[in-house]
């Protein structure tokens, strides 16, 4: 165990469903059937296959398995292993890739069915996201809503690079449902591919895509903040995930600049917007993409403001980092406790609950 990280919360854990027979029992009979009749194969995400060697950290990956698709692994590894009292489960089963509504609605259900029977009724430290179908905001409220009871799912899962710029109004539904259950919106670095990563078109490699990632978080925050979701919903947090935290001062200072000259034509953003987001989003900290040397980590805290954005995570079983460590060197204590205890239990009011 790493010293120094006991008691974190992981913020940023993924669950891999073994197989599309895995989730069987959890479909309508509708969907089971289809399943079967239209030989329908695992939904992967292509962002992250699960089979490529690279997604995975080589001593966290399973022979003739996929990374992540054991739960006595996972806990053993990523809870055990850094010392967690408890972890999210965000798990990214290409239920978003689908066209259609109603299929994306079926693996919505039987997905978080699946993670209640299978993860969360067998260890305690474990809480979820609730994964919705994004492609039909009203049936995503309808999933959030089915789900909100059980309040071991404590955030709403979408996906950085979907159909739209996320602050649209057709997508408050999923804002107004979560706001109403206190959930904060998880929004996880990967595409749909329904349009290129970069806003110039198709990149040809791996490494641009990861790298332009970034790029998505910063249009769909823009996209929050300026179409007004931030005001319509005050209590709302954003949490991005696996969106990298670095750019963010260079960020604030031309978001900031622009809303000065521009504000007129949206008067319903009604303070700086800087300030909106150190109140409202939450970064996760894995992977980091500050060089480890020096204070560079410090000095970028420093331009944003804050010392309440990063939420500790691993992305077990992602490849960021090597060994146990998953936390920057030479950080004060004090912004240590912030990072892996502080800053998650005030983001998540449901781990509050159980976790304080
Ligand atoms: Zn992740």
């Known amino acids: 165990m790493n010293a120094g990280l006991e008691g974190g919360i992981d913020c940023d854990l993924h669950p891999a469903v073994p197989g599309i027979a895995a989730l069987i029992p959890y479909l309508d009979p509708q969907w089971a059937d289809a399943v079967a009749q239209r030989g329908v194969h695992d939904l992967e995400p292509t962002s992250y296959p699960l089979r490529a060697p690279l997604t995975s950290r080589p001593d966290w990956r399973i022979a003739g398995a996929k990374a992540g698709s054991s739960r006595g692994q996972l806990c053993a590894q990523a809870l055990d292993g850094f010392g967690s009292r408890a972890g999210i489960l965000n798990c990214l089963y290409a239920v978003t890739t689908l066209f259609s509504e109603d299929m994306a609605a079926a693996f919505a259900r039987a997905l978080n069915d699946w993670l209640a029977a299978e993860w969360l009724d067998k260890d305690a430290r474990l809480r979820a996201s609730i994964v919705v179908p994004i492609q039909s905001p009203e049936l995503a409220a309808a999933e959030i809503e089915r789900r909100a009871a059980d309040r071991r799912f404590v955030q709403v899962l979408l996906p950085c690079l979907a159909d739209q710029p996320l602050g649209r109004r057709s997508l408050w539904p999923i804002y107004a449902a979560a706001a109403r259950h206190g959930l904060p919106v998880g929004i996880h670095a990967g595409s749909t591919y329904r349009h290129p990563v970069t806003p110039v078109g198709w990149p040809s490699y791996f490494t641009e895509d990861y790298v332009n990632q970034a790029q998505g978080f910063q249009t ?135 976790f304080a």
């Open 220 to 354: 769909q925050l823009t996209s929050l903040v300026c179409e007004g979701v931030f005001s319509k919903f005050p209590t709302l947090k954003v949490v991005l995930i696996e969106s990298g935290f670095t750019w963010l001062p260079a960020y604030l200072w031309r978001l900031h600049k622009y809303w000065r000259g521009l504000r007129m034509e949206i008067p319903w953003v009604d303070r700086p917007p800087p300030e909106i987001i150190r109140e409202q989003v939450r970064f996760t900290l894995q992977p980091v993409d500050a060089p480890v040397e020096g204070d560079a980590l410090l000095r970028i805290l420093d331009q944003a403001g804050s010392d309440e954005l990063l939420l500790f995570s691993t992305d077990y079983p992602h490849w960021q980092f090597d060994g146990q460590d998953a936390l920057p060197p030479l950080l004060p204590d004090s912004l240590k406790t912030r990072i892996l205890i502080d800053n998650p239990l005030a983001t998540y009011p449901r781990l509050k609950e159980d």
